[in-house]
C-alpha cells in the first residue's frame, strides 16, 4: 500500500526530534526508533489500529506521548498529523491533501 505524507507532517515530527534532541542523543534516537516503527507498523496493516473521535485512525506510540493520525483509502494510506497526546483534540484534524 502506497503511502503518503501531509507537507506539515514533517515540521510536527521536526519539532518533536529538536525537543528530544536537546535533551539526549539517546532519547532522540529512541525516538526515531518507535517512529520507524509505528510508521512499519501502519504500512503494514493500516486498518488494525482503532478510530480516534475525530474520525481518523490512530496509531499510539508506546514509550513516548505521542500518536499518529491517518486516513486508510483503497490504494493509499494518508499520514496527517504526529500529535502529543495532551495536544488540543482538534490539532492537525483539518489537514488534507
Same mark, same amino acid.
Given at each position: 500500500?502506497?503511502?503518503?505524507?501531509?507537507? =506539515? %507532517?514533517?515540521?510536527?515530527?521536526?519539532?518533536?526530534?529538536?525537543? &528530544?534532541?536537546?535533551?539526549? $542523543?539517546?532519547?532522540?534516537?529512541? #525516538?526515531?526508533?518507535? +517512529?520507524?516503527?509505528?510508521?512499519?507498523?501502519?504500512? =503494514?496493516?493500516?486498518?488494525? &489500529? /482503532? #478510530?480516534?473521535?475525530?474520525?481518523?485512525?490512530?496509531?499510539?506510540?508506546? =514509550?513516548?506521548?505521542? /500518536?499518529?493520525? &491517518? $486516513?486508510?483509502? @483503497?490504494?493509499?494510506? +494518508? %499520514?496527517?498529523? %504526529?500529535?502529543? @497526546?495532551?495536544? /488540543?483534540?482538534? &490539532?492537525?484534524?483539518?489537514?488534507?491533501?
Amino acid at each position: 500500500m502506497r503511502i503518503i505524507r501531509h507537507p =506539515k %507532517l514533517a515540521g510536527d515530527i521536526r519539532e518533536v526530534a529538536m525537543h &528530544y534532541a536537546e535533551i539526549s $542523543e539517546r532519547v532522540l534516537s529512541a #525516538f526515531w526508533s518507535e +517512529l520507524d516503527s509505528v510508521l512499519a507498523s501502519v504500512k =503494514k496493516n493500516p486498518r488494525s &489500529y /482503532h #478510530f480516534d473521535s475525530c474520525g481518523l485512525r490512530r496509531a499510539n506510540f508506546r =514509550k513516548f506521548p505521542y /500518536h499518529l493520525l &491517518y $486516513e486508510v483509502e @483503497d490504494d493509499f494510506v +494518508l %499520514l496527517l498529523v %504526529l500529535r502529543h @497526546d495532551r495536544r /488540543h483534540p482538534n &490539532y492537525g484534524i483539518d489537514r488534507q491533501i
